[in-house]
């Protein structure tokens, strides 16, 4: 796997790398929708919730009436060159109804604009703080994580994907910044006369009933080993991420937005499409429109990387402990993995685990090196003898070392190379036999590829759940 060529491309068609709305609920499903709370019979359902209050922060008298506070505004600091500064449309909600055990919990901003204005980037974040009883804030709300962005204005109602954000009842702030146009942008605020365009968070979950909707994979804890009771015997732990924090450590790992050909999802860094939740990372695609590279794909998906100095080996036993989404009749088209790549972006791969899915390669995972992308690879495909990559968590390991290269699932070795087999490898490792170049590791989940595209069958939103990453050495 690689990504785009500033970042160690590879060609078209040849290898692989591996979520604006959400799609509210499947056409299975039965969706049942409730103003301000409430439950229905239904085991799908959507509960539209009103503010409980809004307003624009750096509220001036250009930007409506302050009494009223009919309009909400978004501007950059640079606004016009108005003194007042960066405006913030500030927006909270009171979360209720929804029932112990609510599980597939998503939720989506949504403001309404008269205009629309191409190459006008809005950002939804969460945001610290509630309202006073006058319905303002009196300083500005500390913002939290980016949640969502969306890269132009459209006349009606915009969205943003705030589902990390809400976890269930209970008080919630958003706050959602403009970019790269300084003109001001108005939304329709909780007091406009027109009941049908005010802000509202649209929340959908699932709970027991008679419906069964198409299943999201859902993120289910599960105790997670120590690294002290896993070393294997000879080794020691040098770097690892148990992901038990709140957010992906941005000093260990490298997100982006970008594009590759090969992959038909759009690449994001967005919150929406890789966090940290329950001791887990999620790297989820989502069905969804999105313009990359100049042009709209059907699908986002994250990334990560430790380039750039976060992490690089020479040697080692890497080793991940993750679950995929991939079933025998709902992973058409989707394929995450744990790879690696040379620091000094010439060719060269090695695959600890790729786990494609579909059904004709939902049971297996691959190990793989890479020469170049054209393809010159050697791999091997380690088809479950019981079960499959899905079922539950895993661990997929490779250890490199001096002359040789073995590769584990769940402890027991399924293939190596040594020596000089293929006749490439010293190159691609290292000019010798002692294979000596420094190699950067990736995570992903790319859409689509040689084992061909998702169709009607494919579940999303879906998740590759990740317990930890580690490296050992000797």
Request: proline share 6%; net charge positive.
């Amino acid at each position: 796997m690689t990504d785009s060529r500033a970042e160690n491309s590879r060609s078209t068609g040849s290898r692989l790398l591996r979520k604006r709305a959400v799609a509210a609920l499947t056409a299975a499903c039965a969706v049942v929708t409730i103003c301000g709370g409430g439950v229905a019979s239904a085991a799908a359902r959507s509960v539209t919730i009103k503010p409980s209050a809004d307003t624009t922060y750096s509220q001036v008298p250009q930007d409506g009436d302050g009494s009223a506070r009919t309009t909400l505004a978004t501007c950059p600091q640079s606004c016009e060159g108005n003194s007042a500064g960066e405006r913030e449309a500030v927006v909270g909600f009171t979360v209720a109804g929804l029932p112990a055990g609510a599980t597939d919990v998503r939720a989506r901003l949504e403001l309404y604009s008269w205009n629309a204005f191409a190459a006008t980037t809005t950002t939804a974040y969460e945001a610290a703080g509630g309202a006073s009883a006058a319905g303002t804030w009196a300083t500005r709300p500390e913002l939290g994580a980016a949640l969502d962005s969306a890269s132009a204005v459209t006349k009606g109602y915009n969205a943003w994907d705030v589902s990390s954000a809400v976890t269930g009842n209970g008080a919630v702030t958003f706050a959602v910044r403009q970019s790269t146009r300084t003109t001001r942008t108005y939304w329709a605020s909780a007091d406009n006369s027109n009941a049908a365009i005010r802000p509202r968070l649209i929340v959908t979950y699932t709970t027991g009933g008679t419906v069964t909707p198409t299943p999201r994979p859902t993120v289910t804890p599960t105790p997670k080993p120590t690294a002290t009771s896993t070393n294997p015997p000879g080794w020691r732990l040098v770097w690892s991420d148990e992901f038990n924090g709140t957010a992906i450590d941005a000093k260990k790992w490298n997100t982006r937005d970008s594009s590759v050909d090969y992959d038909l999802a759009c690449i994001t860094s967005r919150p929406a499409n890789q966090f940290v939740r329950d001791g887990l990372l999620i790297m989820r695609v989502i069905k969804e429109d999105r313009t990359c590279a100049g042009t709209t794909r059907h699908y986002s998906t994250g990334y990560l990387d430790t380039m750039r100095g976060k992490a690089s080996f020479t040697y080692g036993r890497f080793e991940i402990r993750a679950k995929s989404p991939n079933g025998p009749a709902n992973s058409k088209g989707l394929w995450p993995a744990f790879w690696m790549r040379p620091d000094d972006g010439g060719n060269g791969e090695i695959d600890v685990t790729e786990l494609p899915g579909g059904p004709q390669y939902y049971r297996a995972s691959t190990a793989a090196i890479f020469r170049d992308y054209t393809p010159t690879k050697n791999d091997f495909r380690h088809t479950f003898p019981s079960g499959y990559p899905g079922d539950g968590f895993h661990t997929y390991a490779t250890e490199w070392e001096p002359g040789v290269i073995r590769w584990y699932v769940d402890g027991r070795e399924i293939w190596r190379r040594e020596g000089n087999t293929p006749a490439w490898l010293k190159d691609t490792l290292g000019g010798d036999l002692n294979y000596k170049r420094t190699f950067n590791l990736r995570l992903n989940f790319q859409v689509g590829g040689w084992l061909g595209a998702p169709d009607a069958s494919t579940t999303f939103p879906a998740d590759f759940q990740v317990d930890y990453v580690r490296v050992w050495q000797r």
